[in-house]
């Protein structure tokens, strides 16, 4: 979580660039752009309609920060836009035709690398859970946000919140347990969610 | 703002969670939770459930990779720019860093299609395809144009796909050369490629030119899907897929 020069620091910003400061959005944008792509990342488990979901979503605090009032944090504000438009691009991967399967990470994996594969399986695992589901667990553990705060972005009781962390983290928990039974161990295409062809 | 929540409305989409998961993912997270109530949920290291449960917990924790600055860059330009630009609907982040490019790269594929019709008439036995039949039409022969080189950075990649529909690459472009006079021959395996990428039912793949990915052998193809130009890097030989991409218009 930011400490409090950080949360001083991100008001004044907002403050200022909703009263039409460019150079203030710039730098407020810029200083939670990594943030808002690491949350539509984990949400979308794919790095283009990340990019797609973060861009929308920097468009969307862009035109919205006029609206925002200061009675929440902007953290909180804003990630409730990161999620809402990598929600959003979920739901329009779903309904979207794909060209053909689009894997950039697994070239990398030949490499065979630690952290690309660990990479791979929290993806992976992720994959067989709802959006949603992954949302919870990005906000915790990648934003930090308390179950409350979690929430009130994702509009859903803590007991919710609770059972989709514990879930997403469940999920993961399984894969690593299959890292020592590899036969056990799902494929990466099979755990993927299916496109279409 | 979301509307109030009903603290006993059932999750909707609740797929089964293990209640000892739920005890123990809680646990792990001790006051973040409201109802945690401090050693009212041991975890013992002894326990290889809370401990698959803890490392998941820190592996989910790992930030993806940050952006480059390119993309960065173009993000945050798109962002401000769309701050006094009037809302025309949802595009891409990639189709606005295209957007530009976009027409030149229209009339290019227009001129190359017809250059490609032309030489088709020459050759009736060729199964390769160019980049510009790719994106307009029938099958036709011709080699590959350009040297992409390496394409491992996807935003570079990106860059250069643009910067060769747009055929201007080796004047604006310093990092993308001419193919060498022997691309036809060296062509070969980059053509049995075009195979190995599935593209949608009515549009056709072409060879884009020859690249390298982590500086080995690879080639790109693109194939037009309505607004979108999907681009493929492929391992030579092997045919693997390293990278995928895609530019909306």
Request: aromatic share 2%.
């Amino acid at each position: 979580m930011a400490d409090a020069p950080d949360l001083r620091l991100d008001e004044d910003l907002a403050r200022r660039a909703s009263s039409g400061d460019r150079a203030a959005l710039e730098a407020l944008l810029a200083r939670h752009l990594d943030q808002i792509h690491a949350i539509c990342r984990r949400v979308l488990g794919h790095p283009e309609d990340a990019l797609d979901a973060t861009q929308e979503a920097l468009i969307a605090i862009s035109r919205g920060i006029h609206r925002f009032d200061g009675r929440s944090r902007f953290t909180t504000w804003m990630y409730r836009v990161a999620t809402n438009a990598a929600l959003d691009e979920a739901r329009r991967r779903r309904r979207r035709p794909i060209a053909s399967e689009h894997l950039p990470e697994k070239a990398s994996a030949a490499d065979a690398t630690d952290a690309v594969d660990a990479r791979l399986d929290v993806d992976e695992a992720l994959a067989t859970l709802p959006p949603e589901f992954r949302a919870a667990v990005a906000l915790r553990d990648l934003a930090g946000l308390d179950y409350a705060e979690i929430a009130v972005v994702l509009g859903i009781p803590i007991g919710t919140v609770r059972s989709r962390i514990a879930r997403g983290r469940g999920a993961l928990a399984d894969r690593l347990g299959n890292r020592d039974h590899p036969s056990e161990r799902p494929t990466p295409r099979a755990a993927r969610p299916e496109r279409s062809p | 703002m979301n509307p109030p929540v009903d603290p006993t409305e059932p999750d909707p989409l609740a797929p089964a969670v293990d209640p000892r998961d739920e005890r123990l993912s809680a646990a792990l997270d001790g006051p973040a939770d409201p109802d945690f109530v401090a050693g009212s949920a041991p975890v013992t290291d002894t326990d290889d459930r809370a401990r698959a449960v803890a490392a998941a917990r820190d592996l989910l924790a790992v930030a993806p990779p940050p952006l480059d600055d390119l993309t960065r860059r173009r993000m945050l330009r798109n962002a401000l720019d769309a701050r006094e630009a009037p809302t025309h609907g949802r595009r891409g982040w990639a189709a606005r860093a295209a957007a530009p490019a976009a027409a030149a790269a229209c009339v290019a594929l227009v001129v190359l299609g017809v250059w490609a019709l032309i030489h088709a008439g020459g050759s009736s036995n060729s199964s390769s395809k160019s980049a510009a039949s790719a994106t307009s039409g029938p099958a036709t022969k011709t080699a590959a144009k350009i040297d992409l080189r390496e394409v491992s950075d996807p935003a570079v990649l990106l860059q250069k796909v643009e910067a060769a529909l747009r055929g201007t690459a080796q004047s604006s472009t310093p990092d993308v050369a001419p193919a060498p006079t022997t691309a036809t021959d060296a062509n070969g395996p980059a053509v049995a490629c075009l195979s190995a990428v599935r593209v949608p039912a009515g549009t056709h793949a072409g060879v884009l030119g020859p690249a390298t990915f982590h500086g080995a052998p690879a080639v790109v193809i693109v194939a037009r899907d309505g607004p979108r130009i999907l681009i493929y890097v492929l391992a030579t030989p092997g045919c693997r897929l390293l990278s995928s991409q895609f530019l909306r218009q």
